[in-house]
């Protein structure tokens, strides 16, 4: 299996994790609700997650017309799980065409952008957004129980 389709496999394990994760909230509208110092919705991190990964890899090296929003990703609130769980469902069809046209010799390039004041090899910088994506979907989960 070649390294873009390993990459691919965690980030597809990980997309389910999030959608069971999401199908938890009930009620659903808890979806959208923060409490205490949390101030991030496990809505408002899923659109985030997706927003960032179909940026990242679905656009940039996916070459998906898809333009990124940022701060809609935090201000865009209560629409159901049905459309979470579509945006997710885009979200993996963008990354699967990305990983597919992406070559081992492709992961060994510089990012096509500077991120974070830094020029990143692909394969460390899509790690660093599987990373990203983990720590969310462990502030999901944490928020989950908490609500």
């Known amino acids: 299996m070649s390294r873009s389709a390993e990459l691919l ?5 990980d997309f389910e ?3 069971k994760e999401l199908k938890q909230f009930s009620p659903e509208e808890k979806l959208w609700q923060v409490t205490g110092s949390i101030t991030n919705s496990a809505g408002n991190l899923t659109l985030h997650l997706c927003g960032n990964l179909r940026h990242y890899i679905g656009a940039i090296l996916g070459g998906s017309s898809y333009v990124r929003n940022r701060e809609a ?3 865009i609130t209560n629409f159901p799980l049905s459309i979470l769980l579509q945006l997710i469902d885009e979200t993996e069809r963008e990354l699967e065409y990305a990983f597919q046209k992406l070559s ?7 990012f096509p952008l500077e991120v ?3 020029k990143w090899i692909t394969e460390t910088f899509i790690i660093h957004l599987y990373g990203h994506f983990n720590y969310h979907l462990g502030q999901i989960n944490y928020l989950r129980r908490v609500l």
Request: glycine content about 4%; aromatic content about 14%.
């Open 9 to 13: 496999f965690l980030f597809k394990r």
């Open 17 to 19: 994790l999030l959608r």
């Open 73 to 75: 990703e935090f201000s």
């Open 104 to 110: 081992n010799a492709g992961l060994e390039k510089v």
């Open 116 to 118: 974070l004041n830094r």
